[in-house]
């Protein structure tokens, strides 16, 4: 399963490097192997608190069948990825407005069929797209649970990836994969701990995996950056039931400062 990101894709960032045009767009892949450790949620957080601090940001659901930002942003767009993907409708077209100024988002489809995907190729178009129009400073792009082939292409077409992870022994072992996988193609991954209560705890647990790491010998110019925690909160579940975003909800919030904290460090590494 944890490959080296596949081949074909590699081939399309060769392809996209040649064809990108001069853009101020960054984009971050929000990504973690095992499921439910809280990467929407953390994605639709970290869009409010950096379009707060004065950056145009647009949010990509890439979780390909399981697409729930909308529900996360409380709105419903009528057109999503998926009628620019079938050829419908042009990247601008499927971006919406969400109820926070300078965030938008390009909804997915839940219950997309993997199946109608003949070319999953074309999902790197759609960032190559958003970059084009040269109107956001950062993309977001949410990815799904695992490694699948559809991750693997939003990883190849970002410079910049942030792993989200918890304390449990099985997040643990797919962010160590993902590290194996990313070692090979990319410079860095950004790692950073949900659920966690105690910055140093996701800081020592970092230094382990990156000893394991050279006690493996994965390439050695492959560097993990700890970029923060983020404590359990039953105020973050409850504000995503109630389709509303914790971090405007709960702008004084200790979580909310450590939310700030990672966008700190994030804003300072991407490129
Ligand atoms: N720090 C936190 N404290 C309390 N609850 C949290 C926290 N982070 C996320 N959650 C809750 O955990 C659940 C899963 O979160 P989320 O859907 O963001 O995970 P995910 O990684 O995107 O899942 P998937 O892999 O299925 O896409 C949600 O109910 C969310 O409200
Ligand atoms: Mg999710």
Sequence with gaps: MFNA??????????????????????????????????????????????????????????????????????IRPKLTLFDYIEGRNTISEVTSNTNFKNVSLVAGKSGYQYSNLKNSLVLSRVIEDLKELNIYDIVLIDTGAGLNSYVQEFLSISNNVVA???????????????????????????????????????????????????????????????????????NISTTSRLRKLFAHEFANDDITKQLQGIIDILLNDIK
């Design 5 to 74: 990101i596949s081949s074909q894709a590699r081939n399309l960032v060769n392809l996209t490097r040649a064809s990108s045009k001069k853009t101020k767009t960054k984009v971050v892949t929000i990504t973690s192997g095992k499921g439910g450790v809280g990467k929407s949620t953390f994605t639709a957080n970290i869009s409010y608190l950096l379009a707060k601090r004065g950056y145009k940001i647009a949010v990509v659901d890439a979780d390909i069948g399981l697409a729930n930002m909308q529900v996360l942003f409380d």
């Design 164 to 234: 989200l992870t918890t304390t449990d022994p099985s997040a643990l072992t797919d962010v160590y994969a993902l590290m194996k996988m990313l070692s090979l193609d990319k410079e860095k991954l950004l790692l950073c701990f949900n659920h966690t209560k105690n910055y140093k705890i996701g800081e020592a647990i970092t230094t382990s995996l990156v000893n394991l790491a050279k006690k493996n010998s994965l390439n050695q110019n492959f560097m993990v950056k700890y970029i923060g925690n983020v404590s359990t909160s039953a």
